[in-house]
């Protein structure tokens, strides 16, 4: 029977790749489940006098390599299992860009588009509170993802600023604030940068360039419009993007800049001018070069994987192909560039913010650029390296570099007590 739940899916990518580095059952052990799971129910006073309970997590997967770092997600669909295959992953993540981090995640049930401002202030800064000393800037380090932001980033660091006795250490609470708050430039584009970085690298091993490819996105959120951007200011194509709203195809190219005003006044890509609209199942048989699933997990399933014509597909979300999918596009010669490199760029800007404000910096752009470039280009070529050695595929691949990270780490630093 084929299974969708995340948690079983980050289990099997573990299990498969401890299996081909031969890794300690010791370590196999720790590392099949979360150190920490921190669950709250919290009260919040709504807009109308009523109030209402919210229920929060903060899955703390492993910190072996540094602070425990990840997002904090809001939907209405977050739940245990989801939670805690995200901070699985970001633990494979934080160890294969070299990143002196563990891995962590964490949300809140609920859907934001249906609070107001205010509401969202409170639902965020109740959550901050509840979660109490079990974050903190060298212990514990949320960032924005699906549904928060920049602005709820602020609302958590000002909480937890009230809350303790940190001076200007606070800032580095959390990543992905407004640069005003301390954030840092790039960090919005960041995750968007780093699918861009592990392409281009991908397409100059067959010598090709990202300008000679044609693309579709699934997502036109934070990530998706910027993947749009970066790709169609380096020379692609973006010839389809689907949204909640719909699918929409020009084989032109669409214009990111002109399709974000689009969507920002009617709410969806369809009805774009100069385009054909879409259904699900047409937008995955587009005759693309490059699939990029930029939305949310479990996209790529095995009754669409016939329907794909694209070659490489680039999985700028977690967990967008199940297993039994990915096989199936292996079998069929579709190269799969995998999460958890694909869309580390993220992780790597909210590492250079954190760093910023140790330092009381403000780096520049094209700094950011340029680091992000070198760490995302380090990090693909250990990947193609052990995937050549190991004859496997790239997930295996990725998996088995940031496994052999922590092996080493846990062969030096030995297991307590």
Not at 220 to 229: S, W
Not at 304 to 323: D, H, L, M
Request: aromatic share 8%; glycine share 8%.
């Amino acid at each position: 029977m084929v299974s969708n739940n995340l948690y079983e899916t980050a289990q099997r990518q573990f299990e498969r790749a401890a299996d081909l580095v031969d890794l300690p059952v010791a370590y196999r052990t720790i590392l099949s489940s979360p150190k920490n799971e921190i669950i709250v129910n919290f009260p919040v006073l709504m807009d109308d006098g009523a109030y209402r309970l919210f229920r929060g997590y903060r899955i703390q997967h492993n910190n072996l390599l540094g602070p425990y770092k990840g997002g904090i997600r809001f939907s209405e669909y977050v739940d245990l299992d989801e939670v805690k295959a995200l901070a699985t992953w970001m633990t494979w993540k934080t160890a294969l860009m070299g990143l002196p981090f563990g891995g962590a995640k964490g949300g809140i049930t609920m859907d934001p588009r249906m609070h107001s401002r205010d509401e969202l202030r409170r639902i965020v800064r109740r959550f901050t509170h509840a979660l109490g000393n079990n974050i903190g800037p060298e212990h514990d380090i949320p960032a924005p993802d699906l549904g928060s932001n920049a602005e709820a980033m602020v609302w958590m660091m000002d909480t937890y600023a009230n809350s303790v006795d940190g001076g200007q250490n606070v800032k580095r609470v959390v990543t992905g604030k407004t640069v005003e708050c301390g954030g840092s430039v790039g960090r919005d584009k960041a995750t968007g940068q780093g699918v861009a970085f592990c392409l281009a690298h991908h397409l100059e091993l067959s010598g090709r360039a990202v300008s000679d490819v044609s693309i579709a996105i699934q997502g036109f959120g934070n990530v998706g419009e910027h993947t749009a951007r970066v790709l169609t200011a380096m020379g692609a194509r973006v010839i389809a993007i689907a949204d909640m709203s719909g699918a929409i195809e020009c084989s032109d190219g669409l214009d990111p800049e002109s399709l974000w005003f689009h969507v920002n006044k009617t709410g969806g890509v369809v009805g774009y001018p100069d385009s054909r609209e879409l259904s699900a199942d047409e937008f995955f048989s587009v005759d693309a070069d490059v699939l990029i699933p930029a939305a949310i997990e479990n996209q790529i399933t095995v009754d669409r994987v016939e329907r794909i014509k694209a070659s490489i597909i680039v999985e700028a979300a977690n967990g967008p192909t199940t297993p039994e999918a990915e096989l199936q596009l292996i079998e069929r010669g579709v190269e799969i560039l995998p999460d958890i490199i694909a869309n580390a760029g993220g992780v790597v800007v909210s590492y250079f913010e954190w760093i910023q404000n140790k330092m009381s910096q403000q780096w520049s752009l094209a700094t950011v650029d340029e680091e992000l470039r070198k760490l995302m280009w380090d990090a693909c070529d250990r990947v193609e390296e052990r995937r050549l050695a190991l004859r496997c595929s790239r997930r295996d691949a990725a998996y088995a570099v940031a496994l052999d990270r922590l092996r080493t780490v846990y062969d030096q630093r030995g297991i307590f007590p």
